[in-house]
């Protein structure tokens, strides 16, 4: 297992502008020259960080993961907190496509981009959809839903098509079809 990165103002600074131009621009659109002169720092610090471009993608990746698995928090002790865990995911989702400058999912547009399961890219991105299926099967069960299974499919795909339809479309109608379907799915 490899140590984890050290903390350094320069590597944050790399991690914050690959982000808003990864999101902004696309994975393959945005080369490390360009980061590099964004982020105000030299190649030799940027490859003192990460070995190479697909690295600074992953840590992205993991960087948004790490701020989701944050906001979603551990697993809910009962039923009444499973069902505050999943509207408060619900609502955090609906938010996300209706802020300014929403692009859509960063891992769908991930995985569009790098669509072979090999690729650590790739594989970022699922490490990230098992953890959200995991956890949210884990709060239908908590909450008593008769097929948490069923339920976490049903979820993640009315996530998946409101994060598609909140960038192509009606962001508000999106959040709204969203909300109410995931309402659908609590158990009564």
Same mark, same amino acid.
């Given at each position: 297992?490899? &140590?984890?990165?050290?903390?350094?103002?320069?590597?944050?600074?790399?991690?914050?502008?690959? &982000?808003?131009?990864?999101?902004?621009?696309?994975?393959?659109?945005?080369?490390?020259?360009?980061?590099?002169?964004?982020?105000?720092?030299?190649?030799?610090?940027?490859?003192?960080?990460?070995? %190479?471009?697909?690295?600074?993608?992953?840590?992205?990746?993991?960087?948004?993961?790490?701020?989701?698995?944050?906001?979603?928090? %551990?697993?809910?002790?009962?039923?009444? &907190?499973?069902?505050?865990?999943?509207?408060?995911?619900?609502?955090?989702? %609906?938010?996300?496509?209706?802020?300014?400058?929403?692009?859509?999912?960063?891992?769908?547009?991930?995985?569009?981009?790098?669509?072979?399961? &090999?690729?650590?890219?790739?594989?970022?991105?699922?490490?990230?959809?098992?953890?959200?299926?995991?956890?949210?099967?884990?709060?239908?069960?908590?909450?008593?839903?008769?097929?948490?299974?069923?339920?976490?499919?049903?979820?993640?795909?009315?996530?998946?098509?409101?994060?598609?339809? %909140?960038?192509?479309?009606?962001?508000?109608?999106?959040?709204?079809?969203?909300?109410?379907?995931?309402?659908?799915?609590?158990?009564?």
């Amino acid at each position: 297992m490899t &140590a984890p990165p050290r903390p350094s103002a320069a590597r944050e600074r790399l991690l914050r502008t690959a &982000a808003e131009l990864f999101y902004a621009e696309g994975l393959h659109t945005v080369g490390v020259d360009r980061i590099v002169g964004a982020a105000g720092i030299t190649r030799a610090t940027f490859y003192r960080h990460f070995p %190479g471009k697909e690295d600074l993608v992953v840590a992205y990746l993991r960087g948004v993961d790490d701020a989701v698995r944050e906001y979603v928090g %551990g697993a809910p002790d009962d039923a009444a &907190a499973a069902v505050a865990q999943l509207r408060r995911l619900t609502e955090a989702i %609906g938010n996300e496509l209706c802020r300014p400058g929403f692009r859509g999912c960063p891992f769908i547009n991930a995985a569009a981009e790098h669509p072979d399961p &090999a690729d650590p890219v790739h594989r970022a991105v699922a490490v990230h959809r098992a953890w959200l299926t995991e956890t949210v099967t884990r709060a239908y069960r908590t909450a008593g839903h008769a097929d948490p299974e069923e339920a976490t499919r049903r979820f993640v795909m009315l996530r998946d098509g409101a994060m598609v339809a %909140g960038y192509l479309g009606d962001a508000e109608a999106a959040r709204t079809t969203l909300t109410a379907g995931a309402e659908d799915l609590l158990p009564a």
